[in-house]
C-alpha cells in the first residue's frame, strides 16, 4: 500500500482545511487509516482513525468536534476535514495504513505516505 497525503497549507485560525489520503493498492478497503502530527520538537500525535469499513472512527480529544474523518472506499481515499481551526493544530499531517484494525498508536500501522504541512495563524 502506497499513500499519498496533500491538502495542507496556510490558513487563518477558526478556518477550515481537508487534508486527502490517497491510496494505491487493491487491498486498500481492507485496512484501518489513522492521521497523525508531528509538530517541531514535539512527539508524533494520534488524531484521528478510521476502520476498513467507515463505520468505526476515534478522535484524539484535542479534536473532538473540529476535525471529522472519512473515507470514500471507490476513491481508495481517507479525509480529514478540519474546522475551527486554532494555531496549535500547526504540524505536518502523515496519514498511515494499518492491516490490523484501528488504532491510536503509530506503533501499529504499517504504511505511511510523506506527510503534509498544516500552518495556523493566530
Known amino acids: 500500500v502506497q499513500l499519498q497525503a496533500s491538502g495542507g497549507g496556510l490558513v487563518q485560525a477558526g478556518g477550515s482545511l481537508r487534508l486527502s489520503c490517497a491510496a494505491s493498492?487493491?487491498?486498500?478497503?481492507?485496512?484501518?487509516v489513522g492521521w497523525f502530527r508531528q509538530a517541531p520538537g514535539k512527539e508524533r500525535e494520534f488524531v484521528a482513525s478510521i476502520s476498513w469499513s467507515g463505520g468505526t472512527t476515534y478522535h484524539a480529544d484535542s479534536v473532538k468536534g473540529r476535525f471529522t474523518i472519512s473515507r470514500d472506499s471507490a476513491k481508495n481515499t481517507v479525509y480529514l476535514q478540519m474546522n475551527s481551526m486554532k494555531p496549535e493544530d500547526t504540524a505536518v499531517y502523515y496519514c498511515?495504513?494499518?492491516?490490523?484494525?484501528?488504532?491510536?498508536?503509530?506503533?501499529?500501522?504499517?504504511?505511511w505516505g510523506q506527510g503534509t504541512l498544516v500552518t495556523v495563524s493566530s
Open positions: 493498492g487493491r487491498t486498500f478497503g481492507t485496512y484501518a
Open positions: 498511515a495504513a494499518s492491516g490490523r484494525g484501528v488504532s491510536a498508536s503509530r506503533y501499529g500501522y504499517n504504511y
